[in-house]
């Protein structure tokens, strides 16, 4: 009797064992999260890159992987067709989305909530010093990459265009990221570039180390006709020396990044998600500086989608 209740023992850990081995039996399914983000030479990918390493490290059975993508009027594409689970995007053209405006028309974006507020996005106009452009209406008749088709950048470039009262029509337009508008403007194929991006770009860095270039400058009279007629876009300054040869303070407009979710995501994992980016912002700064900006404090500011309710209860928690 003995021996048989002993054999009967052995053949139970032997099977318990192998479901093990085979991960029949297991702790719990890994959850699998991209996060899209934009160009490799901008921004977004970086602070991308960052929070995924973050969520790795920070929640358990979890695999989050950044995704570089055309930025954010793909990436709000990708969240509304739940190809991705989280994307950084300018938070005015998350506005459109959920308001079905402008490129969104008829597209009403329903299934996308927020996380936090990142980092002001500066509008950067790059231009070759040798290209005798010192304001928007001297862009007429030259080359001018205005931004990766979908991105948030050419929506910029289109805007501040039209209130200067030209179009595409006026320019020889190009639509190209920030990597590829960095490698015309120093092979001097093109004589501008739109950008959208925190300081320093990347891209922006990598051309003012070859050529000398400079940043068009918006005067108060024309940041506030700019602010009247799209809200989000705010004053701010480049300050000297960001870029290799800038010598002066650079007066431009600037708009917010903010990190989105799929509605569909559960309150816990999105809690955890939070907690884990703003415990760990050391973590984030170490990746780019301008996560430098990734604060409570101004977590909301800037949001124009409502908060996921995982968020909500992880702020709501720290007051």
């Known amino acids: 009797m003995f021996k048989k209740k002993k054999t009967f023992f052995i053949f139970t850990v032997v099977i318990l064992f192998s479901l093990l081995l085979t991960g029949v039996v297991s702790a719990q399914p890994t959850t699998f999260l ?18 995924a390493k973050v969520l790795n490290e920070n929640i358990e059975n979890l695999n989050a992987s950044a995704q570089s993508t055309g930025a954010s009027v793909t990436n709000t594409r990708l969240i509304y067709n739940q190809e991705v689970e989280l994307a950084i995007l300018q938070n005015d053209i998350a506005n459109y989305a959920i308001k079905g405006e402008r490129q969104f028309e008829g597209n009403q974006v329903n299934n996308m909530q927020g996380i936090a507020a990142l980092y002001p996005e500066v509008i950067q106009i790059i231009v070759r010093d040798d290209a005798n452009i010192k304001s928007i ?28 009262g030209l179009d595409y029509e006026d320019i020889d337009e190009d639509y190209l990221s920030f990597g590829e ?3 015309r403007l120093k092979d001097r194929q093109i004589d501008a570039a739109f950008l959208t991006a925190g300081i320093p770009t990347a891209a922006v860095m990598d051309v003012a180390a070859t050529q000398s270039i400079s ?29 290799n040869g800038l010598e002066t303070d650079v007066q431009t407009v600037a708009l917010q990044a903010i990190l989105v979710v799929d509605s569909d995501l559960s309150e816990e994992l999105v809690y ?39 968020a909500q209860k992880y702020y709501q928690e720290l007051k």
């Open 272 to 310: 955890n998600i939070t907690q884990a980016i703003f415990e760990n912002r050391e973590t984030l700064i170490a990746a780019h500086a301008r996560a430098k900006d990734i604060t409570l404090e101004g977590a909301k500011t800037g949001m124009t989608v409502d908060l996921h309710p995982g």
């Open 215 to 243: 940043l068009l400058k918006f005067s108060d009279q024309e940041i506030k006709a700019l602010n009247e007629a799209y809200p989000y876009l705010t004053g701010v300054t480049v300050p000297a020396g960001t870029y």
């Open 137 to 164: 209406a001297d862009l007429k008749g030259k080359s001018v990459a205005v931004g990766a088709p979908g991105s948030g950048a050419e929506a910029n470039a289109s805007q501040i265009l039209s209130l200067f």
């Open 34 to 51: 991209s996060i899209a983000t934009g160009g490799t030479s901008g921004t977004y990918y970086p602070i991308g890159g960052a929070i």
């Open 181 to 183: 508008a960095a490698s």
